[in-house]
């Protein structure tokens, strides 16, 4: 035994001895040119039908070397690395004076033993329905669809009121940087009902679907119509946007002096609410939000909201006395300068925690505001012409029910949930399934046609082949140990499995499976298996990381 060092020919005379070896061949630098030379003239006149390739950081030219072998004629998945620098390094190795030399035979012996019972996989391909399905005809909805036909998609967009826009593109007729929300949502209207390559479902919403990414159908009911659509896609979009939260306190149903953020902007547009009436206004942010118990989440643009009603009543009342009662202003970059404009003007922001909440009572008809003043260090009343509550944003309510008939995530609070944050943001674990807008969480409406043109171009790229390859590695049902208690079927993250009542069997889908092992884990008689990872192989791996251990 010498410490630190791997005897190369004795650890190939070793492996030569085992049975199934018909081959052992040493290349020096299999990283440099010549080495990977050599690779593909091993590999061209080996007769034996798998590799096993031993080298020192094989991560770092895995996807080099396999693509060599696979020139050569092997199959990729009968080509396996193991990493033997990280034997040699080890520090346990070495503090135990172990022989580093049978170490990484056993290294080896772990991909040969489950090489040997590896069975053939293949990759079958199939075609891709490029057309896509929107759902919500909203700013994000109409934006992705818009998207999309420009570029020759076929759109099926199916939105569940009789006219498109969403709350947006119907209530909101100005922002706080003099966009008009409503015009806008018109002129997409307009383009969307007359693009040639855009069909719009109004009046519909969805009962149904199935089938997997590039090959998808759902069943749309028209509610004016009263029958059902199939729709066919290859990929779809969800945007079903959200509305404006509701509430119950603060007097809101009692009194007519309380309103929420939304009804007093429509109240200035239209008219019908009149500044110049008002000598006190008291605005409440959070109402109903950021608690345990309700809506729990920020949502994002209510202060920006607030402050740009705020500055208008200011406009028409410079004399009105505006007060916000805030747990924290969030109007990031940008909007933050509207916050300064508001409190040039004479706004008054008044902190408050949870533990001293804003109290609304009537008297005399008026709504009566008691807080607790920090700086003050005192209770607050404040006898107002108009209370406003900042509600927040509710997500639509058939998100849940979309969720289970596409098989979509859901959070608690009712959004969808993406596959990652960071790196696939407007993707869902599912393949072939975006996502964007407030379907996803309250924002802006910048990052609302931001998200809807980033999930155009995801569902973009994904139906642009002709076809799609279905993965080789893939879990399996044997039939014969099969029960039927379809804990699999409840348990895939994926919908990847289902139950066939006429066959009495439980059906795979194999390009939705994405061989995570859920299922091989989940069930109680062995039935369910990834193919290429059988217990045969699981358990010739753990002998040999044993007999590894046992050095």
Known sequence: KE????????????????????????VDTLCSDEGKKRLTEIAEESPCNRMVIGACQPYLYRPTLKNKVQNAGFSPFFVAMRDLASIVHAQDALENGKDLTETAFHEIQVAIDHLKLQPPLTIEQRPINQTVLVVGGGMAGMEAALFLADQGVAVHLVEKADTL??????????????RDLVAVAKKSAASVTNHEKITVHLNCEITAGRGSFGSLETTIHDNHQDK???????????????REGKIDEYCYTSCD???????????????????GTMETVVMIQCAGSRKKEGRRYCSRICCIGAVENALAVKKQNPDARVIVLYRDMTTPGFAEEYYTAARMAGVIFVSYDLDREPVVELVDDKPRVTCFEPVLNCDMEITADL??????????????????????????????????????????????????????????????????????????????PETINQACITSTVHLSLCVRCQLCVEICPYGARSYDLELDRIVVDGAACQACGMCAAACRNNAAEVTGWSDRQIMAVIDSKMELDAL
Request: aromatic content about 8%; cysteine-free; hydrophobic content about 40%.
């Open 165 to 178: 826009g969403g709350y947006a593109g119907n209530l909101v007729h100005t922002t706080i940087d003099n």
């Open 257 to 275: 002096g309380v309103v929420t953020q939304g009804e007093l902007k429509e109240g200035l547009y239209k008219g019908t609410m009149d500044p």
């Open 387 to 464: 209370v406003v509550l900042s509600t927040g944003v509710d997500p639509e309510p058939a998100n849940r029910e979309l969720g289970r008939i596409f098989d979509l995530p859901v959070d608690d609070n009712g959004f969808f949930t993406e596959a990652d944050p960071k790196w696939r943001p407007v993707e869902f674990r599912k393949n072939g399934f975006f996502l964007a807008g407030t379907a996803h969480s309250p924002m802006g409406i910048k990052e609302v046609i931001v998200q809807a043109r980033a999930a155009a171009q995801k569902a973009l790229a994904a139906i642009f």
């Open 3 to 26: 410490r630190g060092r791997v005897d190369v020919d004795r650890l190939s005379n070793i492996i030569a001895r085992q049975k199934g070896v018909g081959q052992v061949t040493v």
């Open 228 to 242: 059902n659509t199939f729709l066919h896609h290859g990929a779809a979009i969800i945007a079903t946007g959200g």
